[in-house]
């Protein structure tokens, strides 16, 4: 892979960490992908959909932090094929596991490789900004999304009609990756040669603010993490069975219209990045949460129709918010990239684990489309991006 000048965006190398997170969480969406087949084939509840996602979410969210810390101090970028070696094998035991725990093993599995792939992805992909950090983490974030969108199809298509071991087919896909992933670690190493060269003799970055005010501005941002990311869950795990049994769809259908909403948010997180660099990322954390809140109210008294053109709305409004919240995280604690990115990945990884096995709790209890009626208020916490501090001056940018 060419090396790029330190203070250029380097396009090609985007294009190619962003299509590597694709094949990572192509393989990852799966899993909740075939959820419907897994809860019929195991004769699962609810709950223990919920605990395969918390397992997958809990396993990555504890790591990734752990590993960003760590690479911080000691960067590894030949770790990346690591964690895209794991979520192969997590494939491979999906596809063939023939009982619950060995489901759950599967699920740790490609929580590890996540855990190892995110918080050093996104360290690259911010190196490869040229300054242009959000437009670089949309860039990154998208190629994710995509790849999660993609996975309802997959099974639609592929899994359902040949069986829960066709799931193996799409380790090919992580072999791809690998191979990849080694040239983009080769491109790292002697990217911080040549910037550590040309920067030899200036300061350390620090945050300009005071210790407390990047404190509270954390504590804000976790809120809205969980605010962002139990809404999201409610729909990536449960929207299926909210479609199948709200509104007697087959599962083909329901997979297609999760399709349709991944899709959204895959949108939504291409443009959240470029747009907070050029008006202000305070001012997209706070529009993306908040003014997703009249469709999620309106949301559970909603027909079939209106149900798949507002969950389009919801994720394309709220994906556009986490692209600008790992960047302001960013800039909040500049010396520690690594370390942030891992934290803020690896809570929105938790969050969400956590919030999938509280609703399927409360799905088994109530009912499916209570669960919407509660997640319906979660946008409101998008008040709290008021409390946020300026970090950056809004610069101009092309947004595509």
């Known amino acids: 892979?060419?090396?790029?000048?330190?203070?250029?965006?380097?396009?090609?190398?985007?294009?190619?960490?962003?299509?590597?997170?694709?094949?990572?969480?192509?393989?990852?969406?799966l899993l909740p992908a075939i959820y419907p087949l897994l809860k019929t084939g195991f004769a699962l509840s609810?709950?223990?959909?919920?605990?395969?996602?918390?397992?997958?979410?809990?396993?990555?969210?504890?790591?990734?932090?752990?590993?960003?810390?760590?690479?911080?101090?000691?960067?590894?970028?030949?770790?990346?094929?690591?964690g895209m070696a794991f979520s192969f094998a997590g494939l491979v035991m999906l596809a063939y596991a023939p009982t619950f725990p060995l489901l759950l093993a599967s699920a740790a599995t490609v929580g590890i490789g996540s855990a190892i792939f995110h918080p050093e992805s996104a360290r690259v992909a911010r190196m490869a900004s040229g300054g242009?950090?959000?437009?670089?983490?949309?860039?990154?974030?998208?190629?994710?999304?995509?790849?999660?969108?993609?996975?309802?199809?997959?099974?639609?298509?592929?899994?359902?009609?040949?069986?829960?071991?066709?799931?193996?087919?799409?380790?090919?896909?992580?072999?791809?990756?690998?191979?990849?992933?080694?040239?983009?670690?080769?491109?790292?190493?002697?990217?911080?040669?040549?910037?550590?060269?040309?920067?030899?003799?200036?300061?350390?970055?620090?945050?300009?603010?005071?210790?407390?005010?990047?404190?509270?501005?954390?504590?804000?941002?976790?809120?809205?993490?969980?605010?962002?990311?139990?809404?999201?869950?409610?729909?990536?795990?449960y929207y299926t069975f909210y479609l199948i049994h709200r509104f007697g769809v087959s599962v083909r259908t329901s997979q297609i219209d999760l399709f349709l909403f991944l899709g959204a948010v895959a949108t939504g997180t291409m443009l959240g990045g470029p747009i907070g660099d050029r008006i202000g990322r305070k001012y997209v954390i706070?529009?993306?949460?908040?003014?997703?809140?009249?469709?999620?109210?309106?949301?559970?008294?909603?027909?079939?129709?209106?149900?798949?053109?507002?969950?389009?709305?919801?994720?394309?409004?709220?994906?556009?918010?986490?692209?600008?919240?790992?960047?302001f995280a960013q800039e909040l604690m500049p010396a520690n990239v690594g370390m942030i990115s891992g934290v803020f990945f690896g809570l929105a990884f938790g969050v969400a684990g956590i919030g999938a096995a509280l609703l399927g709790t409360l799905a088994d209890r109530t009912s499916i489309e209570q669960v919407y009626q509660v997640c319906s208020y979660l946008p409101l916490l998008g008040l709290l991006a008021a409390f946020l501090p300026n970090v950056e001056r809004p610069v101009r940018v092309r947004v595509f």
């Open 1 to 29: 892979m060419p090396l790029a000048r330190p203070d250029r965006t380097a396009y090609g190398v985007l294009g190619a960490i962003s299509f590597c997170h694709l094949l990572n969480d192509l393989n990852q969406s």
């Open 46 to 82: 609810f709950a223990q959909v919920g605990l395969i996602t918390l397992v997958f979410q809990g396993t990555a969210s504890l790591f990734q932090p752990v590993i960003g810390f760590f690479t911080d101090k000691r960067p590894q970028p030949y770790s990346l094929p690591i």
């Open 286 to 327: 706070w529009l993306s949460i908040l003014g997703a809140l009249p469709f999620t109210l309106a949301l559970p008294y909603a027909n079939l129709f209106w149900t798949v053109i507002l969950t389009v709305i919801i994720g394309g409004t709220l994906s556009s918010a986490f692209p600008a919240i790992v960047v």
């Open 132 to 237: 242009q950090h959000g437009l670089a983490q949309s860039i990154f974030q998208v190629g994710g999304y995509f790849g999660s969108a993609f996975g309802p199809l997959l099974a639609a298509f592929v899994v359902l009609p040949n069986g829960r071991s066709s799931v193996s087919w799409f380790s090919a896909a992580s072999l791809l990756g690998i191979v990849i992933l080694i040239s983009i670690g080769r491109w790292a190493v002697h990217h911080r040669a040549e910037r550590a060269r040309r920067q030899a003799n200036r300061p350390i970055e620090r945050s300009p603010l005071p210790p407390q005010v990047v404190k509270r501005a954390l504590v804000v941002l976790v809120a809205l993490i969980f605010s962002k990311y139990i809404y999201m869950v409610s729909l990536t795990s």
